[in-house]
């Protein structure tokens, strides 16, 4: 052991700069040829492997260094099986189609745009997809506003903000858990954090989007879409308020901060239960529902897109996506690149916690700019400054919201992301819909102005930062 010990190369400022350029080459050349994020996370997290064996590194202290870290994963990939179990037994059990039923029902030619916002933040909160929201709510409330003579690319950007509000926020959502597992923040404390910024961030999107209605607002309104969807909806379930409570229990255990695998533990169960009350469904059709998700088939492509979704399995991609990047993470720390890169080169700029933040949110933007990746700049931002912030005495919670709060938010903002091909693909939009967006260019500024002076920021105990930040 002493002599495999003596033997373990420490790596230069330079080695540890280039081995971490070498690791985003190898995910970002994924990401290019369309292998997807876990595949390209792979490659990556082979190149983090061959550069700790090239440092000489014993293959025991690798494998010991990662395992740590994917135990730590473990309580997030729980999080994340309650929820697909969950997500399941929403749609079928008819509440996820109760919360669309009666938010189309309040769309008025008025308000078209705030309520754009607000019914893509209600559908992407308790369905946890972005993209899911974006393909029925916000195609319907698109196709409603063009027919106000609203152009498309503007409901497209109200939509945008409401979806991705939800794709940061929700405890459902594969990104916040991710946010969560890559910091070591827990999951509700990560989502409290991110309050302070996304909240204020909201009021003024919501703000803005009035405003900007009463300049678009037009006479003429085609309600065909939404009529459609309403229709389908009441005719395939049993539409009713009283469905929305396993929704409104798991915001009541959120807002009581339960610990998350006993509170959405606890509201999965329930909502097995609960489905078999409200809808004309057998035990074994909800538990097939949880496990491989419920498979809308209405025949109307806007209904079927949102409610085909949930179940174990829906998460796979995620676990892998955890599991690869904390190998790659471990394989990273036993080589000793983090902490050289730490050392060397990061504490030279960084002076203080606003100096943290700020470089935090550079490199989370370079990766997503970089890979047009969202969970990338995530991922990486995690591994590089988590060891960095608890050195600091900065709360992890603070971290995971920089990164939610560049990464995630700004993902449909950059033109060639995966996340903006996909938006202009599906509502039949161009970018032009990026400067409608509010919310994604809103948030950051918050983000920036706590890092700068202190206030919403934590010490690793939880008692607030409430000096000016260096």
């Known amino acids: 052991m002493d002599t495999n010990v003596s033997k373990q190369k420490t790596p230069s400022a330079l080695g540890a700069c280039i081995t971490l350029l070498a690791v985003c080459i190898a995910i970002l050349g994924g990401l290019r040829l369309g292998i997807g994020a876990p595949m390209s996370l792979f490659l990556g997290t082979i190149v983090a492997i061959a550069a700790a064996l090239f440092y000489r590194v014993p293959w025991e202290t690798i494998q010991k260094t990662f395992m740590k870290m994917i135990s730590d994963s473990l309580i997030p990939i729980l999080i994340l099986m309650n929820v697909g179990i969950m997500v399941g037994a929403w749609l079928i059990g008819g509440t996820v ?18 309520l754009t916002f607000l019914l893509c933040i209600v559908m992407s909160v ?12 916000g195609l319907a409330l698109v196709g409603v506003g063009m027919s106000m003579g609203i152009p498309a690319y503007v409901v497209a950007g ?44 909201s009021v003024i999107t919501l703000i803005l989007y009035t405003v900007l209605g009463f300049h678009y607002a037009g006479d003429v309104t085609d309600m065909s879409n ?3 969807m309403l229709d389908t909806l009441d005719a395939t379930f049993n539409i009713s308020i009283i469905a929305i409570i396993p929704a409104i229990l798991m915001l009541v255990v959120s807002a009581k901060k339960v610990p998350a695998i006993l509170g959405l533990g606890g509201c999965a169960l329930f909502s097995v239960f609960f489905a078999m009350i409200m809808q004309p469904v057998s035990f074994k059709q909800v538990m097939g529902a949880c496990f491989s998700g419920y498979h809308s088939d209405t025949g109307v492509a806007m209904v079927d897109t949102i409610l085909s979704r949930g179940g174990l399995t829906s998460m796979t991609s995620t676990f892998f996506i955890i599991i690869l990047a904390a190998v790659m ?23 203080g916690v606003r100096s943290l933040v700020i470089s935090t949110m550079v490199y989370s933007y370079l ?20 060891e960095l912030y608890d050195e600091m005495d900065v709360h992890p919670k603070v971290l995971s919201r920089t990164l939610a709060d560049t990464s995630d938010i700004f993902a449909p903002l950059v033109p060639w992301s995966s996340a903006c091909i996909y938006i202009m693909t599906v509502l039949g939009v161009s970018a032009a819909y990026i400067p409608f967006s509010f919310l994604g260019f809103i948030v950051p500024i918050f983000t920036l102005l706590y890092g700068c002076t202190g206030f919403a920021m934590w010490h690793k105990d939880g008692t607030p930062l409430r000096k000016k930040a260096n």
């Open 329 to 351: 993470g471990g394989s990273l720390m036993s080589s000793g690149v983090i902490e050289v890169f730490m050392e060397k080169v990061l504490k030279k700029m960084i002076k």
């Open 126 to 137: 308790f369905s946890g997809t972005s993209f899911g929201s974006i393909a029925t709510m």
């Open 158 to 201: 109200a939509a945008v903000s409401g979806a991705y509000f939800g794709d940061k926020m929700s405890p459902m959502s594969d990104s916040t858990n991710i946010a969560a597992a890559m910091t070591g923040a827990n999951l509700f404390e990560h989502i409290g954090s991110m309050m302070y910024t996304t909240v204020p961030a």
């Open 367 to 386: 990766i997503l700019f970089m890979s047009g990746n969202q969970q990338l700049g995530v991922i990486m931002g995690g591994v590089t400054f988590r």
């Open 97 to 114: 189609p109760s919360l669309m039923y009666y938010g189309l029902t309040v769309c008025t030619p008025s308000i078209i745009l705030p």
């Open 226 to 228: 939404v009529a459609i």
